[in-house]
């Protein structure tokens, strides 16, 4: 008898459904994953740069002002010495009083970086700060003025005080002498050299040699400001301020000192346009210029000037009992990355 033998059925025997296909084929998956796990080494490493920080510079200057030399009258009035710094604070100093024709008084002003920052500097004198008046008359004053009427502090285009006329107000680079804070005490006017343009109303640049050395030195004005030989003139108050023309308001824009004084718009940048000092310089050259020198060892360059304050013998009665006031401001811009330096213009 033939054995009963069925035909395979595959659909019986192998029969798999597309789900359970793909479950296996997940399996498969997932235990392969797991087996990579357990078998890698790759290379690896890591480096960091951490704390990372950028501050910015600074750029802090301060200005010392002193009376290093005065007549017999006001040093006896104790306002040699003492000097005053402005650094960050307003400081109101030099307050000078019975003030009689012949007085004299010298001031040095120092500039100095307080950062490592050089900077361009421009010297300011605000108009609205600069005022006259007729104070109290005398019969004197009134013979020899004729118009006495006092208003109190008043802008020079409205007063009838003389006292900004007559005093005369100059600007020096060298004085050889030595200041109250240095030591003892010594030199007068006659050691002023270097006048700058800026108080010369003579002529728009240095004045002619004076000595031998070719360096122009001190000599004694008139009652007008102008020497009697030579090519000085010494600018007084109001020319200081405002320019030849004394008007404040006709202010120069450039950088021309006599069209323009310490209070046109961009005041005075020290050194000129064409080639500006740089206060903090570590540059030799910069410090062996005239006005700069190193006299705190530093080794950064500092501005020292003069301001000579001069009421000639020759003025008369006319300005018994006149006051006058104003300011100086200083503003200073970084010379790095800086092709106008009078790019900060009244900023300060």
């Given at each position: 008898?033939?054995?009963?033998?069925?035909?395979?059925s595959n659909d019986s025997?192998?029969?798999?459904?597309?789900?359970k296909?793909?479950?296996?084929?997940g399996t498969?998956?997932?235990?392969?994953?797991?087996?990579?796990?357990g078998?890698?080494?790759?290379?690896?490493?890591?480096?960091?740069f951490?704390?990372?920080?950028?501050?910015?510079?600074t750029?802090d200057?301060?200005?010392?002002?002193e009376?290093?030399?005065?007549n017999?009258?006001?040093s006896?009035?104790?306002i040699?010495?003492?000097p005053?710094?402005a650094d960050?604070d307003v400081?109101?100093n030099f307050q000078?009083n019975?003030?009689?024709?012949g007085?004299?008084?010298?001031?040095?002003f120092?500039v100095?970086?307080?950062g490592n920052n050089?900077?361009?500097?421009t010297?300011?004198g605000?108009?609205?700060e600069?005022r006259?008046t007729?104070?109290t008359?005398?019969?004197p004053?009134?013979?020899?003025?004729?118009?006495?009427?006092?208003?109190?502090f008043?802008?020079?285009?409205?007063?009838?005080?003389?006292l900004?006329?007559?005093?005369?107000?100059?600007?020096?680079e060298?004085?050889?002498?030595?200041?109250?804070s240095e030591?003892?005490q010594?030199?007068?006017k006659?050691?002023?050299a270097?006048m700058d343009?800026?108080s010369?109303?003579?002529?728009?640049?240095?004045?002619?040699?004076?000595?031998?050395?070719g360096v122009?030195?001190y000599?004694?004005p008139?009652?007008?400001g102008v020497?009697t030989?030579?090519t000085?003139?010494?600018?007084?108050?109001?020319?200081f301020?405002?320019?030849l023309?004394?008007d404040p308001?006709?202010?120069?824009t450039?950088n021309?000192p006599?069209?323009?004084?310490i209070?046109?718009?961009?005041?005075?940048?020290v050194g000129?346009?064409s080639?500006p000092?740089?206060?903090?310089?570590?540059?030799?050259?910069e410090?062996?210029?005239p006005?700069m020198g190193?006299?705190?060892?530093?080794?950064?360059?500092e501005?020292?000037f003069?301001?000579?304050?001069?009421?000639?013998?020759?003025?008369?009665n006319?300005?018994?009992?006149?006051?006058?006031k104003g300011n100086l401001r200083?503003s200073?811009?970084?010379v790095?990355?800086?092709?106008?330096?009078?790019?900060?213009?009244n900023?300060s």
């Amino acid at each position: 008898m033939e054995p009963d033998i069925k035909p395979m059925s595959n659909d019986s025997k192998y029969s798999l459904s597309r789900r359970k296909a793909l479950l296996g084929l997940g399996t498969v998956g997932v235990a392969g994953a797991g087996a990579g796990v357990g078998t890698s080494a790759l290379f690896s490493d890591e480096e960091e740069f951490d704390e990372n920080q950028i501050t910015a510079g600074t750029l802090d200057m301060a200005v010392k002002a002193e009376v290093v030399a005065a007549n017999e009258y006001w040093s006896n009035q104790g306002i040699l010495g003492n000097p005053l710094t402005a650094d960050g604070d307003v400081v109101q100093n030099f307050q000078l009083n019975d003030v009689k024709p012949g007085d004299w008084a010298i001031i040095c002003f120092t500039v100095d970086s307080v950062g490592n920052n050089p900077f361009y500097l421009t010297i300011h004198g605000d108009a609205e700060e600069y005022r006259e008046t007729e104070g109290t008359s005398t019969e004197p004053e009134e013979d020899a003025d004729g118009n006495t009427t006092d208003a109190g502090f008043e802008p020079v285009t409205a007063t009838n005080a003389e006292l900004g006329d007559k005093l005369l107000v100059s600007y020096w680079e060298q004085w050889d002498g030595t200041a109250p804070s240095e030591g003892t005490q010594s030199g007068d006017k006659s050691n002023l050299a270097r006048m700058d343009s800026i108080s010369n109303t003579e002529s728009n640049t240095y004045p002619a040699p004076t000595t031998d050395d070719g360096v122009p030195e001190y000599q004694e004005p008139g009652e007008d400001g102008v020497v009697t030989s030579g090519t000085l003139g010494y600018t007084d108050a109001r020319e200081f301020y405002f320019g030849l023309d004394q008007d404040p308001n006709n202010p120069g824009t450039g950088n021309d000192p006599l069209g323009n004084g310490i209070a046109s718009g961009d005041g005075i940048l020290v050194g000129g346009v064409s080639d500006p000092v740089q206060v903090g310089s570590t540059d030799t050259n910069e410090i062996g210029r005239p006005r700069m020198g190193d006299p705190d060892g530093d080794g950064e360059a500092e501005l020292t000037f003069y301001l000579l304050l001069e009421l000639p013998s020759e003025v008369g009665n006319e300005i018994q009992g006149d006051a006058v006031k104003g300011n100086l401001r200083f503003s200073a811009e970084q010379v790095r990355n800086n092709d106008d330096p009078r790019s900060g213009r009244n900023s300060s």
